[in-house]
Each structure stands twice: as structure tokens, then as C-alpha cells.
């Protein structure tokens, strides 16, 4: 990248974003854009200057380039090794440092480039190189979805260097523990789908255990924010997991596995096509990894249909082979004003549509939402799944706190109105899984 096109643009976006706007929407949602755009040429910029510094190191030993870094930014170390890293791997790639340098892309972006190309046997770097000018035009999406993308283009290329996906994730796993200068002891860990499905569904039906049922700390020491109570249920379930406390309560949520299998309609019907859907949700496991996980986990069919809106939910199996036995006999999904909060087999099917929070834009994590009513319960709501949707604890005051109407269509897309006036749409939840 030559510094001077991304100095020219940062002067251009200068102009545009100090000077006087008109006070509208758009005039406004125009200067962010602008801010957007200057913020991530900024990034660059500094990039440029971490290679032009590599260089200077090149030909002066004692310049230790992460130290200066660190130094001149007032970042760490590690930050600034960062830093350095993702310089050196873009400039390689001449088409993310052009989308870079004038604002299409961030940061964030590029760190994801970055990672999914070190996470690659070396064997596959240079076809993934070869595949980063497509992915950096179209970088104009969240860093979120723009991360599907990259990891869509991933899936590809390991599927085609004979060794199993799985096997290379398995060899993966990893789990760091460190205490920080906060005196926090930190735990992070990344497991490949298969140990992650079986430890998400432990730890996910324990925390609904805590919450439900108040088998946690009281006082002080609960958050007061929703949001951050959350985390502190999965903390308190996590600790009960790892000290075998939750093992002497009297209690079935540590009990054996359950899978929620997701399969389209179509293929119930008529078998495997080319758009076949047959996984664990979220979850990216192959089919014969549901077929081991059957010996010891109970199986949850959800059946789709085209828009991704769950139209079967059959009974718990512990073999594969029954999913269709189980789906002729489905369960309830529709509950009127018989009982308030949503059911297992409801929850199930809301997690099987939703990958995430239903709101546009949001990507909290389908278990960390609850089962909202579109029609509130006290004003008369029926505990309907078609009357139900998945929403994250922030969102979900925000609804009430400003007064929001949901209207859900048939095929589940959603508006959303504040006053009358229409603020948010999307689609059907199939969309989530684009």
C-alpha cells in the first residue's frame, strides 16, 4: 500500500466528517459512515508505518520492532506482536491493503484474514492467499459475518487436503488458564465441535439449572445488569461443573447429553440433496460424529421447513435411526394460556431457527437468549412457538424500556415498530444461517 493514497483519503475524509452537518438522520448516519471509513485508513496507516519500522530493523539488529511498538502506542507486548503480525501477513496481499488503506475494510477484518490463514497447514496458505481478493471485496459487512464468510472459504480448502477437518480440529483444542492484573484468574479454551458440542450442553443446561432455580450466591455479589448476570450464571454453573458440587445437589442437569439435531423438511421427505441440512445447530458436526455421539447423548429432531421455521419437534431417541419414528409423534409446540414460560420442546425449536438473538444485527448466541412473548402474557399472549422469539437480555430490555411492538410474520420475519413507526425489519431466521 502507498502511504500516500491512504494519507490522500484521510485528508479527503477530514474534510468530509469536520465540516458542518445538517442535524438529520442521514446527515448524521452520513458523519459515522465518515468516521468509520477514517478510523479504519488511520489503522492502515499505522500498518504501514509497523512495515516501514520491520525494515529499519532489517538493516538495525538492535531494533526490537514489537518493543518500539509497544512503546510509541502504549499497548503490551502481545498487543503489539499482534500489531506487527498482521502487518507483515497483508503485505502479501495487495488487495486487502488497497481495501484497507481506503476504508473498506477494518481492522477487525483483517484480523480475521489473519487468523484463519495461521489456524492453515502451510500447504493450504497459498490457495487461501489466492482466495483473499474475493473475501476483501466483500468486506462490507460486520466483522461477525464477514468471519462466516472466511470460515465458509476455510471448510473448502480442508476438505480437500485428505486430512479430516475434525481430526485437524481435535489436534487444536486448546485451554489457557492466567491470572490477570486485576487478580482475576482467566480460563480460555477452544475444543473442537465435537468435545465443544457435549461441553456447550453441559454447561448451557447448568446455568438454566442456577437460574431457575436460585442455586447461586445471593447479594452483593449477583450483577444488577442482565447482561452481565448472564456471564455470572455461566460462571457459578462452571464452577459447579469443574468442583463436582453440581453433582450433589439432587439434580438431573448434569445428566446425560442432549443433542438438538436440526434436518430440513426436504430431506425427511424425499432424502439428501444438494441443500441438505442435516447438523447440530450451531454446531458445525459431521453426521457420523451425531451417530457416535447417539450412544451416549439423547437425539432431538427438529424438522424445518424453507424459511428455517421449525414445523416438527419430535421426542427425545438415543439412536439415529428412530429420528423418523420420533417425528411421527411429535411433541406440543402450542401451549395457549395454559402455561407461561416456554417449554423444552419450544426452547429446542428456537434454538434449532435462531443461530442468534433474533434482533438485526445481533449476534449474542442463541443460548444466551430467552423465550420472549410477541404478545405480552399479561396482555393475553398464548405460549405459541409462532408467538414466541428468541432475544437476548439487553434487547429484551430495550423492548420493554422503550416500548417496542414485534409483529412476526408467518415465515418468521420480524418488524419491528417503536411509536408506530417501523425501525427495524428482517427475514425469515433461515437468513441467520446464510
Known amino acids: 500500500m502507498a502511504v500516500v493514497t491512504a494519507v490522500t483519503e484521510l485528508t479527503e475524509l477530514l474534510g468530509f466528517v469536520g465540516g458542518p452537518g445538517d442535524g438529520s438522520t442521514e446527515g448524521l448516519a452520513g458523519r459515522l459512515r465518515g468516521l468509520t471509513r477514517l478510523a479504519r485508513v488511520v489503522e492502515a496507516v499505522e500498518a504501514a508505518t509497523v512495515l516501514e ?8 539488529v538492535s531494533v526490537v520492532v514489537e518493543q518500539v511498538v509497544a512503546g510509541s502506542t502504549c499497548r503490551s507486548l502481545s498487543v503489539a506482536g499482534r500489531v506487527v503480525e498482521r502487518a507483515r501477513v497483508v503485505s502479501g496481499w495487495p488487495d486487502v ?106 454447561l448451557r443446561r447448568r446455568t438454566e439449572h442456577v437460574f431457575r432455580t436460585g442455586d447461586h450466591p445471593v447479594g452483593d455479589e449477583m450483577p444488577d445488569d442482565p447482561v452481565e448476570r448472564h456471564g455470572w450464571f455461566q460462571a457459578i454453573a462452571l464452577e459447579q461443573l469443574m468442583t463436582g458440587t453440581a453433582h450433589t445437589n439432587g ?9 438438538v439435531v436440526t434436518i430440513d423438511e426436504r430431506t425427511l421427505l424425499e432424502g439428501r440433496h444438494a441443500g441438505s441440512r442435516v447438523d447440530a445447530g450451531g454446531h458445525d458436526v459431521p453426521v457420523e460424529v451425531l451417530r457416535r455421539l447417539a450412544r451416549c447423548a439423547r437425539l432431538t429432531p427438529v424438522v424445518l421447513d ?34 407461561r414460560h416456554a417449554s423444552k420442546a419450544q426452547r429446542r425449536a428456537l434454538r434449532a431457527m435462531y443461530r442468534h438473538c433474533a434482533i438485526p444485527g445481533c449476534r ?34 430495550r423492548l420493554h424500556a422503550e416500548g417496542w411492538d414485534l409483529e412476526l410474520g408467518p415465515d418468521r420475519s420480524l418488524t419491528i415498530r417503536r411509536n408506530g413507526h417501523v425501525i427495524m425489519t428482517t427475514g425469515p431466521p433461515a437468513g441467520q444461517w446464510a
Open 97 to 202: 491493503w488497497s481495501a484497507w488503506s481506503t476504508g473498506a475494510l477494518s481492522a477487525g477484518h483483517v484480523d480475521v484474514l489473519v487468523r484463519a490463514r495461521r489456524g492453515l497447514p502451510k500447504a493450504l496458505r497459498q490457495r487461501f492467499d489466492e482466495q483473499t481478493g474475493v473475501l476483501a471485496a466483500g468486506g462490507g459487512v460486520p466483522v461477525e459475518e464477514f468471519r462466516d464468510r472466511v470460515n465458509a472459504v476455510v471448510r473448502e480448502l480442508e476438505a480437500d487436503d485428505g486430512v479430516g477437518r475434525l481430526a485437524r480440529q481435535k489436534r487444536r483444542t486448546r485451554v489457557r488458564a492466567w491470572t490477570d492484573r486485576d487478580g482475576m484468574w482467566n480460563l480460555h479454551g477452544r475444543f473442537d465441535p465435537e468435545r465443544g458440542l457435549v461441553l456447550s450442553e453441559l
Open 364 to 397: 449474542v448466541p442463541i443460548d444466551r437468549t430467552q423465550a420472549h412473548h410477541v404478545d405480552h402474557w399479561e396482555h393475553g399472549g398464548r405460549t405459541d412457538l409462532s408467538r414466541l422469539i428468541a432475544l437476548c437480555p439487553h434487547h429484551h430490555d
Open 53 to 60: 519500522l520491520v525494515g529499519v530493523a532489517e538493516a538495525d
Open 251 to 259: 439434580d438431573s442437569s448434569t445428566g446425560g447429553v442432549e443433542v
Open 306 to 339: 424453507e424459511h428455517g421455521v421449525a414445523v416438527r419437534v419430535g421426542r427425545p431417541v438415543w439412536d439415529l435411526a428412530t429420528v423418523r419414528d420420533s417425528l411421527a409423534r411429535p411433541v406440543q409446540l402450542n401451549h395457549g394460556r395454559s402455561r
